[in-house]
């Protein structure tokens, strides 16, 4: 039974660049959760998907961050014309369906994002 | 807005000991409180699970304990081993959508 798997695992790009992370849930998950961990800081909630839906996204920054899920394949957070204060380790969380304030968040081995 | 805390930011003790982290949460209108174990590099692995009509939950040397009225949760380890050495986050659950994590605590179990 494969665990949440995030890909690439380490994603160097340069100012202005557009970064890509993808995210693929446990298997039989359909809730999906995106955090940022920045240096020296907890992790903080970004985005919470089911498929082909954004259920809540309060805690993404206004501009130039989106995240999907699509009907087939992986989920994607996408960060256009990347800052140096992106630069954080990113991690995905699954869940299964139900009733989702009680199940556990499963996480992956997170993506760490440098920015040059 | 619920804020989580953790105490101490870091603790060495040596094999052997047994040793209790501690978390606080400042909303006690919670669903669930979980504790994790994060490896440098790594991702997170979840360590137990507390409902907050529970008082607390037990895995092998691990046991943490929930008072959700003071709004306080602790994770016992016995008997340390150098394996143990990690980052320990605690999270509360407010709603179905996410995590409040704490800033962890980071063990080091010397042989």
């Known amino acids: 039974n494969a665990g949440v798997m995030q890909n690439p695992r380490h994603l160097v790009r340069r100012r202005g660049q557009e970064a890509r992370l993808r995210c693929s849930p446990m298997?039989?998950?359909?809730?999906v959760y995106w955090y940022r961990q920045l240096p020296e800081e907890g992790l903080k909630f970004m985005v919470y998907?089911?498929?082909?839906?954004?259920?809540?996204e309060s805690g993404m920054p206004k501009e130039r961050f989106s995240a999907e899920f699509p009907k087939e394949g992986p989920s994607i957070l996408r960060i256009q014309q990347v800052v140096r204060g992106d630069s954080a380790a990113y991690f995905c969380?699954?869940?299964?369906?139900?009733?989702?304030?009680?199940?556990?968040?499963?996480f992956g081995d997170g993506t760490r994002l440098s920015i040059l | 807005k619920q804020e989580v805390t953790q105490i101490p930011a870091a603790l060495s003790v040596p094999e052997g000991e047994n040793l209790v982290l501690n978390c606080s949460f400042t909303?006690?209108?919670?669903?669930?409180l979980q504790w994790f174990r994060q490896d440098p590099g790594k991702g997170l692995t979840s360590l137990l699970l507390i409902q907050s009509s529970q008082r607390e939950q037990t895995s092998g040397r691990l046991n943490a304990s929930l008072d959700k009225s003071s709004g306080r949760s602790t994770l016992y380890i016995a008997a340390s081993q150098p394996g143990d050495s990690a980052t320990y986050l605690c999270?509360?659950?407010?709603?179905?959508?996410?995590?409040?994590f704490g800033t962890g605590t980071r063990l080091t179990v010397i042989p």
């Open positions: 999270a509360v659950r407010t709603g179905a959508n996410n995590l409040f």
């Open positions: 909303d006690s209108a919670i669903y669930n």
């Open positions: 969380a699954s869940s299964p369906p139900g009733a989702g304030e009680n199940q556990p968040q499963h």
């Open positions: 298997k039989g998950h359909s809730h």
């Open positions: 998907l089911q498929k082909e839906n954004i259920i809540d």
